[in-house]
């Protein structure tokens, strides 16, 4: 007995339709995200309730995007079955055949890329007109979800293959590409790339890598005359400096150039001790970005770092911690003609600073110097010639010929670097 083709196609064709609406929601709210509607907000596409709205819609993506798909996949099964028998009943197994390779384009064509093409141009639009619409539709399928994610956990958990829920959504590598791919396409100048760059490798970064090491701390004695104090302000290019008691182990304080105002002008006698400013106290191997924000929460713009055994191994200030990520600030009492460190005479041939990190020197310059053990040019040195040279001794590595310009207190503390052509055999003679 045969079937009235009518209903069939009216089955197919609503069902058709259906898989294209399910997947245009899909697609329409997949490309939404808080700064997209952020930006709907700003331009007045959408109100700021309509915002929270879809925002608080898409906080469990998954689940919205799993609901699309059921309803997506049960139209699509309710086309297939309609389309392929009015294709067995028009001609049989053949009509059948042809029916599933037909019906198959259908779908790939209507039911999935037409709907994709839109969510492109009209996906916002889209994803506000249907919002209550959508959420009923997640309500229904919610139990499905519920009982697919624990099959789903239940397998993975057997197979070994459960995902961390505190797995980030994007790695630090895909944002790096990304990155690459808005710089080369010029959505990101250089400045801004850089920018971001910094901002990514602060937060892996340690105290440790932006400290001014204690060989290089310039301090007070808690004794010392407020004369003297202005003086080494005056001589420093100082705003603030580190006051001890003793030794420089027994740091007490901070204290700021302000502080000393009243002195000159109204003559006051100042109590230095008084003065002082509390410091923050951290360690080598805290993350800068941990203690930046330790330091604001706080209003702290000075940190000491402590060694393990209470000593003082070095300090941050609020200022070194910034410049990590936009570079070099110049103070209010600063000297304008103080070098970052890195002089190019020529070229191949620098003037370098020795407590120029290596990261930095490989940034400003060609020359690509690694080590797992120092972290400065001036540390990287000795440890490759094991000894400290003496001032005007020339040393040779590689392609690289150091002169040792200064040395102060038992360390580098300035340098010539000629980077020479390579040669096949590369040595390093002292």
């Known amino acids: 007995m045969g079937i009235d083709p009518v209903p069939q196609i009216i089955i197919a064709f609503v069902s058709l339709s ?47 995007q799993s609901t699309f798909m059921i309803f997506d996949y049960l139209s699509n099964a ?112 250089m400045e801004e790339f850089g920018m971001i760059e910094k901002v990514v490798a602060f937060r892996d970064s340690f105290v440790k890598d932006v400290m001014t090491p204690r060989t290089d701390v310039i301090a007070v004695d808690i004794d010392s005359t407020v004369e003297e104090i202005v003086k080494l302000f005056n001589e420093e290019g100082f705003s603030r400096v580190p006051v001890y008691e003793e030794d420089i182990d027994n740091l007490l304080g901070v204290l700021h150039i302000k502080d000393l105002l009243p002195h000159f002008v109204g003559h006051e006698i100042i109590n230095i001790r008084e003065s002082l400013r509390k410091p923050i106290y951290t360690f080598e191997y805290q993350k800068t970005a941990d203690l930046f924000e330790q330091m604001r929460r706080n209003n702290g713009t000075f940190a000491i770092v402590l060694d393990e055994y209470g ?15 936009v570079g070099e600030i110049e103070d209010e009492y600063d000297d304008d003609s103080e070098s970052d460190g890195i002089l190019t005479l020529k070229n191949n041939v620098f003037i370098i600073d020795g407590m120029v990190r290596l990261d930095e020197l490989s940034e400003e310059t060609n020359l690509d110097l690694e080590s797992d053990e120092v972290d400065t040019i001036g540390g990287f040195v000795v440890e490759i010639f094991d000894k400290i040279p003496e001032q005007g001794e020339v040393l040779k590595y590689e392609n690289l010929e150091f002169t040792v310009l200064e040395i102060e207190k038992n360390r580098i503390s300035k340098l010539r670097v000629t980077v020479k052509e390579k040669e096949d055999d590369n040595e390093v003679d002292e």
């Open 311 to 325: 000593g003082t191994e070095g300090i941050v200030t609020m200022e070194d911690l910034i410049e990590e990520i």
């Open 78 to 189: 309710f086309f297939a079955v309609a389309f392929g028998r009015i294709g067995y009943h028009l001609y049989g197994n053949i009509g059948l055949v042809v029916s599933i390779i037909i019906g198959t384009m259908l779908i790939l064509v209507f039911g999935e890329s037409a709907p994709y093409f839109i969510s492109i141009t009209k996906g916002d639009i889209v994803a506000v007109k249907f919002l209550k619409f959508s959420r009923i539709f997640t309500k229904l399928a919610s139990p499905v979800i519920m009982i697919i994610r624990m099959i789903s956990r239940a397998i993975g958990s057997l197979f070994g293959l459960e995902r961390d829920s505190k797995e980030p959504k994007i790695t630090e590598d895909e944002l790096f590409t990304a990155m690459n791919l808005s710089k080369d396409e010029g959505l990101l100048d």
């Open 18 to 64: 259906f898989s294209a609406f399910f997947t245009l929601l899909k697609y329409s709210y997949e490309d939404l995200n808080k700064f997209k509607l952020e930006k709907m907000k700003d331009e007045e596409i959408i109100t700021e309730n309509q915002a929270f709205k879809l925002n608080h819609f898409i906080e469990d993506l998954s689940s919205v």
